[in-house]
């Protein structure tokens, strides 16, 4: 039982360039967000995406997109890279009760720096 | 907008202290509200998590306490270990909605 698994773990990029950022679960969640974390301002949701099939932008959303790509599988694509965007990226799932969140269960994250 | 905060943002303890780290929120409409560990370069383990209509938590040396109408929760650990080192992040949820709000945690370091 992974659990969470993300990939890549560390990634370099070059301003202009795009990347996708892979996260699958194995605990059959519903849920699954893309966060990231900034130091001195926590973690920020980018996208979540509350069953499979639909995605909703959290607080960060400008630059990125997602696709929910089965109820496994939740990508984040960076299309256009910019500095702004070097962060950790951690993906993390939940089986939600009713229409609120349950516990959340965190990736080990992606370190991403942008040139 | 919910804002949460954590105090203080670091703190240092001698092994064996009991200690409180302390969040508060400013939208006291919450459907839970839950406390998660962080390792350096690790990602987050969720340590307890409190439903708006309880009280309290505890797990094993853990206990978060809830005060929802004041919009505060704590978070107490008993007898600290060197182990217990590490990042401590509390997050609530909204009342209608599926996603979290952070605070910026408390870096704990317990020495020997």
């Known amino acids: 039982n992974a659990g969470v698994t993300q990939t890549p773990k560390f990634q370099v990029l070059k301003t202009g360039q795009s990347m996708t950022l892979q996260c699958a679960q194995d605990?059959?969640?519903?849920?699954m967000y893309w966060y990231r974390q900034d130091p001195g301002m926590g973690l920020r949701l980018i996208y979540y995406s509350a069953s499979e099939g639909t995605t909703d932008k959290g607080e960060v959303p400008n630059g990125y997109n997602v696709s929910r790509l089965n109820k496994r599988e939740f990508s984040l694509r960076l299309e256009s890279a910019a500095p702004s965007q070097t962060s950790v990226y951690f993906c993390?799932?939940?089986?939600?009760?009713?229409?609120?969140?349950?516990?959340?269960?965190f990736g080990p994250g992606t370190r991403l720096t942008v040139l | 907008k919910q804002e949460v905060t954590q105090i203080p943002a670091a703190l240092s303890v001698p092994e064996g202290e009991n200690l409180v780290l302390n969040c508060s929120f400013t939208?006291?409409?919450?459907?839970?509200l839950q406390w998660f560990r962080q390792d350096p370069g690790k990602g987050l383990t969720s340590l307890l998590l409190i439903q708006s209509s309880q009280r309290e938590q505890t797990s094993g040396r853990l206990n978060a306490s809830l005060d929802k109408s004041s919009g505060r929760s704590t978070l107490y650990i008993a007898a600290s270990q060197p182990g217990d080192s590490a990042t401590y992040l509390c997050?609530?949820?909204?009342?209608?909605?599926?996603?979290?709000?952070f605070g910026t945690g408390t870096r704990l370091q317990v020495t020997l």
């Open positions: 997050a609530v949820t909204p009342g209608t909605a599926s996603k979290l709000t």
């Open positions: 605990m059959n969640h519903n849920s």
């Open positions: 993390a799932s939940s089986r939600p009760a009713g229409g609120a969140s349950d516990t959340q269960y």
């Open positions: 939208d006291s409409a919450i459907y839970n």
